[in-house]
């Protein structure tokens, strides 16, 4: 076997055999195919696509090319979350501790900025001091000690992933159902979690940008998470503009701590509150999901949940006097104001094109080696169906650089659309599959 004739078949649009898929992953992890043959071989996939089979084979894969962590000594039930990504998707910060704080353990690795979208593991070294690398038996104790740690991946968990994650961004192949089920599936299953909550997302701000596409995608990660007997449950929610109203590391991270002190932006309450009711459900704390509702806002309410998040920040050694004043953290030099032209409501505003501009001051990276800004990114003051007069503040752009921020200025316009009608606001969570 050799990886010229894998990459043959998948270019000539035929399936990849099992072992096929173990040679691709174990030989790529320990550095016998090169990036430029991997890069092929995914470029095919991206084109052609996988099949289910395909897909389980090459999450289990990925899953397999490290260690597989055991967490029975934290508890036999560990119910981890993801999201297929989005813009200003703050959720893990928010949700987590608050799941924490209801006395459910919380062992939770995210990843960084893909493409357009922000990574959780990036906003949450916006804290200064916070460390997100850790090493398993710190994770271990870190649980122990405060019921929760969020943390990006640790180095010995799915190697082929961290590889393949970072081709994929590197050439553009991000928005492909079969690579978006097995990386995050992969990390799931290794993540010793057993039982999961996915956030589907879906829309201008999503990798799938329709729902049918999301339910699909749903259906793969389902299946391949009953093979590797994970009960998971997909929540399909709405990308079609960004989550709140900040875009960019250090922005976000504050909208998470104005959140968990109560000021919560609806498709952000609706979201925590519908994940957290099934990660509740799922960890055998509470089968009625309208009481478990009750629990998570009762918890934001007595400021319980964000007690758990000075208690989780200081933990991972991050500076808490952040938390408590906001006004600490950096600001960009430059604050631009985005005005609106016209008068009417805001009818669309274009995610992706969002997530790009706030990639383009510096809050994500445009190659692995960038360095992110966290000052910087955009904060929405006009949401989909917001009354907008002209003249009015849309969004304000935070900036390091005057230029930058004067050429996003004049792409953000462009990303709203305001109509004289006003439209009925969609639906955050679509569908629980
Ligand atoms: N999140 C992941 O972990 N992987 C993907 O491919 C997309 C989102």
Same mark, same amino acid.
């Given at each position: 076997?050799?990886?010229q004739e894998?990459i ?7 399936k990849?055999?099992e072992e096929e898929?173990? +040679?691709?992953v174990?030989?790529?992890? =320990?550095g ?6 991997a890069?092929?071989?995914i470029?095919?996939? +991206?084109?052609?696509?996988m099949s289910r089979k395909?897909?389980t084979?090459f999450a289990?894969?990925m ?7 055991d967490?029975?000594?934290i508890s ?5 979350k ?7 998707d703050k959720i ?7 799941i924490?704080?209801?006395?459910i353990?919380?062992?939770?690795m995210?990843?960084r900025?893909l ?6 593991a990036?906003?949450l070294?916006a804290?200064?001091?916070y460390?997100?690398n850790?090493?398993?038996k ?6 122990k000690k405060?019921?929760i ?13 961290k590889k393949i994650?970072a081709?994929r ?13 097995s990386?995050?599936?992969?990390k799931?299953i290794?993540?010793?979690?057993n039982?999961l909550?996915l956030d ?6 999503a990798f ?5 596409d999301?339910i ?5 990660m389902k ?8 009960e998971?449950i997909?929540i399909l ?11 960019g ?5 504050i909208?998470?701590?104005q959140?968990l002190?109560g000021?919560i932006?609806?498709?952000i309450k609706?979201i925590?509150?519908?994940m957290?009711s099934?990660i509740?459900k799922l960890?055998?704390?509470g ?6 509702r =009750? ?7 007595n400021?319980?949940a +964000?007690?758990?998040f000075?208690e989780?920040v ?7 006097e952040y938390?408590?004043?906001?006004k600490k ?9 985005v005005i609106? =032209?016209e008068?009417g ?9 969002i997530g790009?501009i706030s990639?383009?001051?510096g ?7 960038d360095?992110?800004?966290?000052a910087v ?10 009354k907008?007069?002209?003249?009015e503040?849309?969004a304000?752009?935070?900036s390091?650089?005057k230029?930058?921020g004067?050429?996003?200025?004049k792409?953000l316009i ?5 109509s004289?009608i006003k439209?009925e606001?969609?639906r955050v969570v679509?569908?629980?599959?």
């Amino acid at each position: 076997m050799n990886i010229q004739e894998i990459i043959a078949k998948k270019r000539d649009n035929k399936k990849l055999n099992e072992e096929e898929i173990r +040679y691709f992953v174990s030989e790529y992890t =320990k550095g016998n195919i090169t990036d430029y043959q991997a890069a092929a071989l995914i470029m095919a996939i +991206y084109i052609n696509g996988m099949s289910r089979k395909e897909t389980t084979s090459f999450a289990l894969e990925m899953a397999n090319s490290g260690k597989i962590l055991d967490l029975s000594e934290i508890s036999n039930t560990i119910v981890d979350k993801h999201s297929t990504g989005g813009v200003g998707d703050k959720i893990t910060i928010i949700l987590m501790p608050i799941i924490a704080s209801l006395g459910i353990p919380v062992v939770k690795m995210s990843g960084r900025g893909l493409g357009f979208t922000g990574g959780t593991a990036d906003k949450l070294e916006a804290i200064p001091g916070y460390r997100t690398n850790i090493t398993t038996k710190e994770l271990i104790n870190n649980v122990k000690k405060v019921g929760i740690s969020l943390i990006t991946q640790t180095s010995n968990l799915t190697p082929a992933d961290k590889k393949i994650y970072a081709i994929r961004d590197a050439i553009n192949c991000m928005d492909s159902m079969p690579l978006i089920a097995s990386s995050i599936m992969s990390k799931k299953i290794a993540s010793g979690a057993n039982k999961l909550v996915l956030d589907v997302t879906c829309g201008s701000g999503a990798f799938m940008k329709n729902k049918e596409d999301a339910i699909k995608l749903s259906k793969i990660m389902k299946s391949i998470g009953k093979l590797a007997k994970m009960e998971t449950i997909c929540i399909l929610t709405n990308m079609n503009e960004p989550l709140g109203h900040s875009i960019g590391n250090t922005l976000e991270i504050i909208e998470a701590i104005q959140c968990l002190k109560g000021d919560i932006p609806q498709d952000i309450k609706e979201i925590i509150t519908v994940m957290g009711s099934y990660i509740i459900k799922l960890a055998d704390k509470g089968n009625n999901l309208e009481e478990n509702r =009750k629990m998570i806002l009762e918890n934001i309410q007595n400021g319980k949940a +964000y007690n758990k998040f000075l208690e989780l920040v200081k933990n991972q050694n991050g500076d808490i006097e952040y938390i408590k004043d906001i006004k600490k953290f950096e600001k960009a030099k430059y604050i631009i104001p985005v005005i609106s =032209k016209e008068d009417g409501y805001v009818s669309e505003i274009n995610a992706e094109e969002i997530g790009k501009i706030s990639v383009s001051l510096g809050a994500g990276r445009t190659k692995k080696e960038d360095i992110i800004d966290k000052a910087v990114g955009i904060i929405l003051n006009k949401k989909i169906t917001d009354k907008v007069s002209k003249g009015e503040v849309l969004a304000y752009i935070h900036s390091n650089d005057k230029q930058k921020g004067e050429e996003a200025s004049k792409q953000l316009i462009n990303t709203y659309k305001i109509s004289e009608i006003k439209l009925e606001k969609e639906r955050v969570v679509l569908e629980v599959i």
